[in-house]
């Protein structure tokens, strides 16, 4: 359908999981794509050959999306070689549990700073681009978590919670210039962590979700691909929840 064509996209934390998801699914409609990671390596090589071989135009940018200094040197790089950016998806993250009793202060400004931060520093970063553009669909991942809570997962869950809140504030803040900006929030998603849990685990959050299964990263992506598209260019300050029904409840 060619959704993204013409447009250029950068997610950040994409070398796998999600985000890889998000690149590959936005090159397959015709978006030139920019990747963010810590560092370079097999798998941020790999998805940019991958990419290319789906010919539109690719490259890896290792930065630390924490670091507001390092951003502003992505954004220096987007305008000077692509001059424009029309998508922008927030993914980069990590988690570090722990129940409060048990958690480091450290482990706390660890994941509010790549998890929060990080949101804030690129989208300040390219707001002034965009704003010139008078477009842009700004595309934070959250999760189910920052809706609901979850018991040892006070940091991520703060973190989440934070990103909803952000992400409607910009909405308001630049949709007078074209901008939208809203957030996607994840459910129970299938990845090698979570096959990794322990059976009655497993069959405990099966049991809570109406649709009776994990989620893909695939499905993420093309929630993600709605919003980056014109097919919602009528919807700005939403949170989407991919999670099969979970966030209804038992």
């Known amino acids: 359908m060619n959704l993204l064509k013409d447009k250029v996209a950068l997610i950040t934390g994409a070398s796998r999981g999600i985000g890889r998801s998000h690149a590959l699914l936005f090159a397959d409609e015709g978006a030139d794509i920019i990747f963010t990671d ?32 390092q951003t502003a040197e992505v954004a220096k790089w987007v305008a000077e070689n692509y001059g424009r950016l029309d998508v922008l998806v927030n993914n980069a993250g990590i988690t570090k549990d722990n129940l409060i009793l048990r958690m480091k202060p450290e482990d706390w400004d660890a994941v509010l700073a790549v998890n929060l931060r990080s949101v804030f520093n690129f989208t300040k970063a390219f707001a002034q681009m965009m704003m010139k553009q008078r477009s ?49 929030a994840p459910g129970f998603i299938e990845t090698p962590m979570t096959q990794q849990l322990p059976e009655e685990v497993r069959k405990d959050w099966m049991s809570k979700i ?9 499905d993420v992506a093309k929630t993600s691909l709605y919003l980056a598209s014109d097919l919602s260019a009528y919807v700005t300050g939403q949170v989407l929840s991919v999670d099969g029904g979970l966030v209804l409840g038992n």
């Open 136 to 184: 842009g669909s700004i595309i934070n991942i959250s999760s189910i978590v920052g809706i609901n809570g979850n018991a040892g997962q006070g940091n991520y869950s703060a973190s989440k919670a934070g990103i909803i809140g952000f992400t409607k504030s910009i909405a308001k803040e630049l949709g007078s210039r074209g901008i939208r900006c809203n957030a996607v």
């Open 38 to 69: 810590l560092v370079e390596n097999d798998n941020s090589a790999s998805l940019v050959e991958e990419l290319k071989s789906k010919g539109v135009r690719a490259h890896f940018l290792a930065s630390n999306a924490a670091d507001y200094e």
């Open 210 to 218: 109406p649709l009776r299964r994990g989620g893909t990263d695939l």
